[in-house]
């Protein structure tokens, strides 16, 4: 696979908006492989120019750098969501963790972006995740202007735009508390989970078009959850039975550049800078070990000197993969739309898939939870599953002994207020 230099992005997100077609012309465009696929193994030029990007044969860069803009940012994504929600606790000193660790309210002031250092202590997923769904959204518009026959794959290309622009939206509003996209208004995290779910629809009907049965199930499974965010229950279950038993769509890591890590590894074992919190120790299933939470003591400190370190196995190298959709997903969402006994088959269907003892349960919301929690440790679902079910976040003084702030979402950045003439400020 060849990878190319570009141009990093501001951290600002008025370009994104108001000028993010300028911001997009001087893209020198990266490749980064999401689902492994040779349709995306390209060879990138230098820096793109509007006639550049008008024409056909670039079709398949285009559609690169805006799945490799997905990856990066879902590395952040899960680690983001994993300090938030307290599947990791800070074993650092750097304020950049801490703030994080103890939901400040001054999270506001911070945008994120796609690590260039293994030494990087920041988390946050806007900018990146923005600059994914902008260049997903305006991919997507050229491929479909330009001439079908000129445009190998065409179909498959606009299902991947689709598909993975509905999960740049849906992946900001599980997390954001409020959403503005191309310097439009305010949206709410309901107004966010009704686009995505336009996209995922729209990439469904190219991916049947194109024959490719992995785009399609894993458009399903996005639609499912995206109906399932906004109540549609049926819709969700529906949705979620399409998805075949063993399917998996990762997004997918790499050692041979920073930006294409996998990023866990990095934060729990090189650096000891996150260890697994304590809700998330010595999990067991009718007495076995939980094999969905593999946690080691390592009986030393983290980061800090200070912090007694509990190493998360699940992933070990930058090369790990981590799943964007998957049939595991789907039982769950089965479990929760539809509950009582249909509940109870998805659950057995999810522990037996882990080789994990019988569930014994009556299908309650409670046990459904619960099975979320564990079995998405580390993969970015807790903390909007935490928002929509009131799930307390906890109070008093944290691990580092802050006083812990009211953030649950994520607050809007202050660029993205100040910037967009759209929003009060």
């Not at 998805?243 to 890590?261: L, M, Y």
Request: hydrophobic share 35%; net charge negative; glycine share 8%.
């Amino acid at each position: 696979m060849t990878t190319s230099r570009h141009q990093t992005i501001s951290n600002n997100s008025r370009p994104l908006g108001r000028t993010a077609k300028k911001l997009f012309l001087a893209l020198t465009l990266p490749v980064m492989l999401v689902a492994c696929d040779n349709l995306l193994t390209v060879d990138v030029p230098g820096a793109a120019s509007e006639e550049d990007l008008a024409n056909p044969g670039l079709a398949r860069t285009l559609v690169v750098a805006a799945l490799g803009e997905f990856e990066c940012s879902f590395a952040q994504y899960v680690t983001t969501n994993g300090i938030l929600t307290r599947e990791f606790e800070s074993a650092s000193g750097f304020r950049a963790t801490n703030i994080w660790n103890s939901r400040l309210e001054t999270l506001d002031e911070t945008m994120g972006s796609c690590p260039t250092s293994r030494a990087a202590d920041g988390f946050g997923y806007w900018a990146p995740m923005q600059t994914a769904r902008f260049l997903a959204d305006d991919a997507y518009q050229r491929v479909s202007d330009f001439p079908a026959d000129l445009v190998p794959n065409r179909e498959r290309k606009l299902a991947d735009l689709s598909v993975y622009g509905g999960f740049s939206y849906l992946l900001l509003g599980e997390g954001y508390c409020e959403m503005a996209a191309d310097g439009g208004p305010l949206l709410s995290r309901q107004d966010v989970f009704g686009i995505a779910e336009e996209r995922f629809t729209r990439g469904l009907t190219h991916a049947q078009a194109s024959g490719d049965n992995s785009i399609l199930q894993t458009g399903y499974l996005g639609r499912a959850r995206a109906r399932l965010y906004q109540g549609d229950l049926a819709g969700a279950a529906s949705d979620a039975r399409q998805v075949s038993e063993g399917f998996v769509r990762d997004v997918n890591f790499s050692s041979t550049q920073i930006r294409r890590e996998n990023r866990w590894p990095t934060l729990t074992m090189n650096i000891r800078r996150l260890t697994v919190g304590p809700d998330y120790l010595e999990l067991t299933v009718d007495g076995e070990p939980d094999v969905r939470v593999p946690v080691l003591d390592t009986g030393g400190p983290g980061e800090d000197a200070v912090t007694h370190f509990f190493q998360q196995q699940k992933y070990t190298s930058q090369s790990d993969n981590i799943p964007l959709a998957s049939w595991v997903d789907a039982q769950l969402i089965i479990a929760e739309a539809e509950g009582g006994s249909a509940a109870v088959d998805a659950l057995n269907r999810v522990r037996e898939h882990f080789e994990l003892p019988a569930y014994t349960g009556d299908g309650s919301l409670e046990d459904v939870i619960e099975e979320r929690r564990r079995t998405f440790f580390m993969e970015g679902q807790r903390l909007n599953d935490m928002l929509r079910f009131d799930i307390p976040f906890p109070s008093g003084t944290s691990n580092k002994g802050d006083p812990f702030g009211s953030t649950t979402c994520i607050p809007l950045p202050q660029n993205e207020r100040f910037n967009n003439p759209n929003i009060p400020s």
